[in-house]
Nanobody
């Protein structure tokens, strides 16, 4: 019912930049959550960046000042601009989108992207 397509991952040198994208499509009525998570090998998935209910942004301490989350509501797309990346940013990055479907009763949905690998070399 809802599909998420992530793109933009890859191999980058420390200090470089990457831009991740996550586009949502399908039977979407509204979206209220568009966040980015990451999971490094042997570690739990963690929230990297997201939007609060008021529309402001919040970031993990480890990425503050380096990563920027943004969204294009008309395109149901969320972005993560990653600048000055570090080897410890190496992980699989996932977008998480939650909202309501167009069907009667406006049922809620929650979906994860397929994940995109980001590898930062030192």
């Amino acid at each position: 019912q809802v599909q998420l397509v992530e793109s933009g991952g890859g191999l980058v040198q420390a200090g470089g930049s990457l831009r991740l994208s996550c586009a949502a499509s399908g039977s979407i009525f509204s979206i209220n959550v568009m966040d980015w998570y990451r999971q490094a090998p042997g570690k739990q998935r963690e929230l990297v960046a997201g939007f609060t209910s008021g529309g402001s942004t919040n970031y993990a301490d480890s990425v503050k000042g380096r990563f920027t989350i943004s969204r294009d509501i008309a395109k149901n797309t969320v972005y993560l601009q990653m600048n000055n990346v570090k080897p410890e940013d190496t992980a699989v990055y996932y977008c998480n989108v939650q909202g309501r479907l167009i069907f009667p009763g406006r049922p809620t949905f929650g979906s994860w992207g397929q994940g995109t690998q980001v590898t930062v070399s030192s």
